[in-house]
């Protein structure tokens, strides 16, 4: 593209309009933002039967991971289970958006093993019958408010029945329930959970996402966890199962889209499609930290496999790593699990190479050299790494595209009134660069509607359009001021000129 062509192409964007499908939400995950209620009881409110719940309540298997993980109480959530009517009001009256990223909660719908249960009826016997009725009052409220509901089947936890992360964490070679690496136990019962809620809400919901961030289950679970992020069993530098869980995941995706398909027959919307299934994935660029020098690049390059290409490849074209060797096989049975993508970008990373094994990324793990290092802060306000996200993505596996989550963190007491507002509408300008490059985007979902219980940062990570002290028992919304920037820009389906001349949309 001439420099003339690219500055008309930026003139264009300046002021971003969207079409009328184009869906303006926000994303919340259902362990993050349910517990904390100020009246319901705690038991009702929390959900106590997943691994993460067994983790944030700190058993003493977990002591060493002291480090990382807050262990704050859940009772400082946002108590969205109690408070979700006001939640999805403000969604619609305050910040007029047209959709919802939401979770449910295998843990609550099936609290107890549905091993040897078959059948939707032998299910539903068995199911919780209050978790369902919550979360068939809470899509009748979304239809009602006219929000369209994008459901996530999987967002990270799992049943204590299915995964018992302590003991795990403790010693792996005896602990029972093994989670990810019980593949083919979890593969089934997950995909036998997926096609359960695919009909028991499929005149509901239209929209579905398998997983949420499956290399963020294996990266901290079983090779680095870290204090930017843990989960269970917390596990460091186990590289044979790190290739297991990444294989289980893929087949689970794979089963749980087909389980769907199958069981959700109903269009809810009136679209004439009954079940888009899509995969919610977090992309990273890679940057590497000399441009000029050839392991920094070698380097950039092995992590970004690793990271953004391995499991996608594998369910949009049925092409598997299961080596992580670099060296792929077709399986057609993984093929085209895709019927669209989720993307959730919050920042590039900076990497460094080195010829030596000093910190075992990636050189133990597969047959990749160099090794890649890791340098930079969380959140670098970087918005044309999106476009280059968006972009490369379309030429890979051309699939319509959903930005699922986008945001970053704020210190109410630090940060200017303008950083959220800035970060919405220069990320937004970027995003529209790259439909303007042919990239099939359909959606903008800011993470996150309220302030939430951040997994193991807990309550200390504050990235809601609406404060919440978790000290209040009241579990007040306050509005930040991105809350009538992003009302603004969502009522009108595009940035209205005065934002984005006071936001400019940089080539930086």
């Known amino acids: 593209m001439s420099r003339l062509a690219a500055l008309l192409l930026f003139t264009a964007c300046s002021s971003p309009q969207f079409p009328s499908s184009f869906m303006f939400g926000a994303s919340i995950a259902g362990f993050q933002v349910d517990p904390g209620c100020p009246t319901l009881p705690a038991a009702e409110c929390e959900d106590r039967a997943s ?10 298997e977990y002591d060493d991971l002291a480090a990382n993980v807050s262990f704050e109480p859940l009772a400082h959530g946002p108590g969205h289970w109690e408070l979700w009517e006001q939640d999805f009001e403000r969604a619609k009256n305050e910040l007029h958006l047209g959709a ?7 843990s609550r719908i099936f609290p107890t093993s549905t091993e040897g249960i078959e059948g939707y009826d032998a299910l539903k016997a068995v199911a919780d019958a209050a978790a369902l009725a919550k979360y068939h009052a809470m899509f009748a409220k979304l239809k009602s408010l006219g929000l369209k509901p994008l459901v996530t089947l999987n967002h990270y936890t799992l049943p204590l029945w299915v995964h018992d992360g302590a003991a795990c964490h403790k010693d792996l070679s005896t602990c029972a329930r093994r989670g990810w690496l019980d593949a083919a136990r979890t593969e089934a019962e997950i995909a036998k959970y997926a096609g359960f809620v695919a009909r028991e809400f499929g005149g509901e919901v239209d929209l579905w996402a398998t997983e949420n961030e499956p290399f963020a289950v294996v990266l901290p679970g079983y090779l680095f966890p870290s204090a930017d992020r843990v989960n269970p069993p917390g596990l460091s530098y ?13 087949e689970a995706h794979a089963k749980m889209y087909d389980a769907v398909k199958a069981a959700d027959t109903v269009d809810a919307d009136g679209d004439g499609k009954s079940a888009e299934v899509g995969l919610v994935y977090a992309t990273v660029p890679m940057r590497p930290k000399d441009a000029a020098k050839t392991i920094d690049q070698k380097a950039a390059q092995n992590l970004f496999y690793l990271y953004n290409t391995v499991f996608l490849d594998a369910v949009a074209k049925g092409d598997l790593d299961a080596t992580l060797s670099g060296r792929a096989t077709h399986r057609e ?11 959730n970008y919050y920042t590039p990373l900076t990497v460094s190479g080195t010829e030596t094994a000093s910190f075992p990324l990636l050189s133990p793990l597969t047959n990749f050299d160099p090794i890649a290092l890791m340098s930079g802060p969380l959140y670098v306000d970087d918005p044309k790494g999106l476009y280059e996200v968006l972009v490369g993505l379309k030429d890979r596996y051309a699939l319509p595209l959903i ?11 630090t940060d200017s009134a303008n950083k959220v507002p800035s970060w919405i509408v220069r990320h937004l300008g970027w995003l529209d660069r790259a439909r303007q490059q042919g990239a099939d985007v359909r959606g903008f979902f800011y993470w996150t509607l309220m302030d939430n219980y951040e ?11 609406y404060a919440v002290d978790p000290m209040d028992a009241a579990k007040a919304r306050v509005k930040r001021p991105a809350v009538d920037v992003y009302g603004r820009i969502a009522e009108q389906s595009g940035v209205p000129k005065d934002l984005a001349t006071q936001y400019p949309i940089s080539e930086q």
């Open 403 to 413: 930005v699922t989550e986008n945001g970053t963190a704020v210190d109410d007491a």
């Open 333 to 343: 049975d993984l093929a085209h699990r895709l019927d669209w993508l989720g993307v």
């Open 455 to 465: 997994w193991n940062h807990g309550m200390s990570m504050r990235m809601g359009l």
């Open 100 to 106: 919802l990223r939401l979770s449910l909660e295998w």
């Open 51 to 60: 691994d993460w719940y067994q983790l944030v309540s700190h058993p003493p």
């Open 238 to 250: 186990k590289y044979a199962e790190v290739k297991q869980v990444l294989v289980a995941l893929v």
